[in-house]
């Protein structure tokens, strides 16, 4: 791929003087210098919610705003850190008096309410092990899910009660109590209103005792690839949330914060709760669903200066014929980070087109917990790239060995599978009921990610596609990632999902599916045009022989293109799990 740079000075950075000078910071770092930033529990131990929460209540941003919710019918509800110390005192109480214990796991199932956050601090205040859920699910994931993680206690809204537990209640003898957030009365002895327990309950309430190797959050993965894996967390993930809030997403106390994830993954959890409040920021959570529109004027109105984002909204914002410095004032916008899926180079520049900023790629994992690899507001942007490792990671390109070993692929632009080496503080600590999966994801000391990437002669990691992806066509290797960011580039494409056809001469052929942007007609001239566009900037072998339009590619509900699905579709096979694909 041809490559640019985002020339930056690092002189202009003054806001992040710990990253201006990547290399020695990178040398001298090492993880047991973080715990300097955390208080610990009076009993000695570590807890997420005390660091994120009760340590600000307790000090000088007691009277700080920790969130800013704002509502999908235009309400809008604040709460301190010392409000959200007491609500989440008060729903730890609740959890103490109905019996729920250290390490039960209690799910979330809810749109982005206060109460999911407030339920979030007050599950692990309580030591249990919250369980997100993502509130569009339909009744048969959710079951599985549940019926995998061993849910006993489950926060949720009457509405999504009554749609999709209760009938199946039978289903689920272990779960013990439900939680309603908006119901006034209890439904039965089993289906409680959230309200009247909180109103009886005391505001204050003594942090169950954690250790840092304690169970936190039990997530599950987005189902990309296959049947999603429950990922194991402990609460000492918070030094790499406190380390990547830092550098990565370079947060100060006055910054307004934005993660637009859902709490249902992952970014929405390490990045939508726990890391800004570990830093003492103000941080903004939006109930609605994309809107550009609404996303521009929350982005002006209250003046957010970090925010965190998906590939899949910046494309949707890209094809919209919306000049948004034009529109609107953005001047408080300092960085905007992205992470999910590959970020095309495309969508970077268009980053510095329209929001004068290039968008920050950054790359991790359910199981990684936190960021690893990042594009950093002080360096040079290089597009298309996801950046480079985070001080205290050591992530490599390596090659595993037919006899079990694994070499370090040295040579720069060379591919081979993205590694890291274990031990990092946010590092899963199994795949529930999989103890066979996890410890083969560990090959000779190192954790194989399943990407596949190269890195460049500046340390710059570059992702090239799933291994599950990667097309071999007469004898080359071939990255849908590559193919898909060429395509881009062309006016007309808003999306594109590149897959691997079997074909009898050439082993695979490479088929693009593409969606167009609007005032494009699928045409087939547009298909040659297409072809040959391909052809001119990746040449005859990697360029697709073959396009097809479709007007919505299948995604994850968290905006990933599903490309086994493309082409299990295209060959005519069992589309496997389907549960987060988004209808
Ligand atoms: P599953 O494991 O169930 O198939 P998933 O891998 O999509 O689902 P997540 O843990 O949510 O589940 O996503 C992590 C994956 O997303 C990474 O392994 C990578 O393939 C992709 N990804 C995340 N960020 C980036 C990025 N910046 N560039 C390229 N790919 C990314
Ligand atoms: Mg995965």
């Known amino acids: 791929?041809?490559?640019?740079?985002?020339?930056?000075?690092?002189?202009?950075?003054?806001?992040?003087?710990?990253?201006?000078?990547?290399?020695?910071?990178?040398?001298?770092?090492?993880?047991?210098?973080?715990?300097?930033?955390?208080?610990?529990?009076?009993?000695?131990?570590?807890?997420?919610?005390?660091?994120?929460?009760?340590?600000?209540?307790?000090?000088?941003?007691?009277?700080?705003?920790?969130?800013?919710?704002?509502?999908?019918?235009?309400?809008t509800r604040t709460y301190t850190f010392a409000q959200m110390k007491r609500e989440s005192a008060k729903f730890a109480n609740v959890l103490k008096s109905l019996g729920f214990e250290k390490g039960e796991r209690i799910y979330t199932l809810s749109t982005r309410l206060p109460e999911l956050y407030i339920g979030a601090m007050g599950i692990l205040k309580n030591g249990s092990v919250m369980c997100p859920l993502f509130s569009q699910f339909g009744p048969e994931p959710i079951l599985q899910r549940m019926q995998r993680g061993d849910a006993r206690g489950l926060l949720t809204t009457q509405r999504l009660y009554e749609k999709k537990i209760a009938p199946q209640m039978d289903k689920l003898p272990e779960l013990r109590t439900i939680l309603l957030i908006d119901a006034e009365e209890d439904v039965n002895e089993k289906v409680l209103s959230?309200?009247?327990?909180?109103?009886?309950?005391?505001?204050?309430?003594?942090?169950?005792?954690?250790?840092?190797?304690?169970?936190?959050?039990?997530?599950?993965?987005?189902?990309?690839?296959?049947?999603?894996?429950?990922?194991?967390?402990?609460?000492?993930?918070?030094?790499?949330?406190?380390?990547?809030?830092?550098?990565?997403?370079?947060?100060?106390?006055?910054?307004?914060?934005?993660?637009?994830?859902?709490?249902?993954?992952?970014?929405?959890?390490?990045?939508?709760?726990?890391?800004?409040?570990?830093?003492?920021?103000?941080?903004?959570?939006?109930?609605?669903?994309?809107?550009?529109?609404?996303?521009?004027?929350?982005?002006?109105?209250?003046?957010?200066?970090?925010?965190?984002?998906?590939?899949?909204?910046?494309?949707?914002?890209?094809?919209?014929?919306?000049?948004?410095?034009?529109?609107?004032?953005l001047s408080s916008l300092r960085l905007v980070q992205s992470v999910g899926e590959p970020?095309?180079?495309?969508?970077?520049?268009?980053?510095?087109?329209?929001?004068?900023?290039?968008?920050?790629?950054?790359?991790?994992?359910?199981?990684?917990?936190?960021?690893?690899?990042?594009?950093?507001?002080?360096?040079?942007?290089?597009?298309?790239?996801?950046?480079?490792?985070?001080?205290?990671?050591?992530?490599?390109?390596?090659?595993?060995?037919?006899?079990?070993?694994?070499?370090?692929?040295?040579?720069?632009?060379?591919?081979?599978?993205?590694?890291?080496?274990?031990?990092?503080?946010?590092?899963?600590?199994?795949?529930?009921?999989?103890?066979?999966?996890?410890?083969?994801?560990?090959?000779?000391g190192w954790y194989i990610s399943g990407d596949l990437a190269?890195?460049?002669?500046?340390?710059?990691?570059?992702?090239?596609?799933?291994?599950?992806?990667?097309?071999?066509?007469?004898?080359?290797?071939?990255?849908?990632?590559?193919?898909?960011?060429?395509l881009m580039e062309h006016p007309a494409v808003a999306e594109v999902g590149v897959i691997g056809k079997p074909d009898p001469l050439i082993g695979q052929m490479v088929k693009a599916f593409v969606s167009l942007k609007s005032g494009y007609e699928p045409t087939e001239k547009l298909k040659r045009e297409l072809i040959g566009f391909g052809r001119k900037k990746l040449g005859a072998a990697v360029a697709p022989k073959e396009i097809e339009f479709q007007e919505n590619l299948p995604k994850t509900r968290s905006g990933k293109i599903m490309r086994r699905l493309l082409k299990a579709r295209e060959l005519g096979l069992p589309e496997g799990d389907t549960s987060t694909l988004e209808k």
């Open 1 to 75: 791929m041809e490559e640019k740079r985002i020339k930056k000075n690092p002189a202009d950075f003054s806001v992040q003087p710990n990253m201006t000078d990547y290399e020695s910071t990178y040398d001298s770092f090492e993880w047991e210098s973080v715990a300097k930033e955390f208080e610990g529990l009076p009993s000695g131990g570590l807890n997420i919610a005390h660091e994120a929460i009760d340590r600000h209540a307790n000090g000088a941003l007691a009277e700080k705003l920790a969130l800013i919710w704002l509502g999908e019918n235009g309400e």
């Open 194 to 329: 959230l309200p009247r327990l909180m109103e009886k309950a005391s505001d204050s309430f003594e942090i169950v005792h954690t250790e840092p190797e304690d169970m936190s959050l039990l997530h599950f993965t987005s189902g990309t690839t296959g049947m999603p894996k429950g990922v194991i967390h402990v609460h000492k993930a918070i030094y790499t949330h406190w380390v990547t809030g830092a550098y990565v997403l370079d947060l100060h106390r006055n910054d307004i914060f934005w993660c637009t994830a859902d709490p249902g993954w992952v970014t929405g959890t390490s990045y939508g709760i726990i890391a800004p409040w570990l830093h003492g920021v103000t941080n903004i959570v939006n109930e609605a669903e994309f809107d550009a529109e609404r996303w521009y004027e929350i982005l002006q109105k209250y003046k957010v200066s970090v925010w965190y984002t998906a590939p899949t909204a910046i494309r949707r914002l890209m094809r919209l014929d919306i000049d948004p410095l034009k529109s609107y004032d």
């Open 343 to 444: 970020l095309n180079p495309e969508a970077v520049v268009w980053g510095v087109e329209k929001l004068k900023m290039p968008i920050h790629d950054n790359w991790w994992q359910t199981e990684t917990g936190g960021i690893m690899i990042a594009n950093y507001l002080c360096q040079d942007v290089k597009p298309g790239s996801m950046g480079r490792p985070l001080p205290g990671i050591v992530a490599a390109v390596v090659q595993q060995n037919e006899d079990g070993t694994v070499t370090e692929i040295t040579e720069p632009g060379k591919e081979g599978d993205l590694a890291l080496k274990p031990g990092w503080p946010s590092m899963f600590r199994g795949y529930l009921h999989n103890e066979e999966k996890y410890k083969k994801s560990f090959v000779d």
């Open 454 to 486: 190269y890195r460049d002669a500046d340390g710059y990691f570059w992702f090239v596609g799933r291994a599950d992806d990667i097309i071999k066509t007469s004898g080359h290797m071939v990255g849908p990632f590559e193919v898909e960011s060429a």
